[in-house]
């Protein structure tokens, strides 16, 4: 018999007012969701600053760049992203893809 929970990806749906990291150049910059644009970008705020991103900033991200906080983790000083998500409320063709 196979275990197939060790094998399962964890999904997340991510709503407006969820903490999410926006994966940037500057890193991994910690942001909130605070709605969608018609072009079926993320509008988020951001929360600290973090090289070119300043806090309180409004500011648009695709969503594939934009990861939920617990999908996130640390291992040997590295950050780890693992898990699918999807944003309630973003029309289906603009849903991040998952190879």
Request: aromatic residues 12%.
């Amino acid at each position: 018999m196979t275990d197939t929970q060790r094998h399962s990806i964890r999904t997340t749906v991510i709503r407006i007012g969820d903490l999410i990291f926006l994966d940037s150049f500057s890193g991994l910059v910690p942001a909130k969701v605070t709605g969608y644009t018609p072009r079926g970008e993320i509008a988020v705020l951001v929360t600290a600053t973090r090289g070119a991103y300043r806090r309180g900033e409004h500011t648009t991200f695709t969503p594939n760049g934009c990861v939920p906080r617990a999908h996130v983790r640390v291992h040997c000083g590295q950050f780890r992203i693992f898990g699918a998500w999807t944003f309630d409320g973003l029309r289906e063709e603009f849903q991040p893809r998952w190879a």
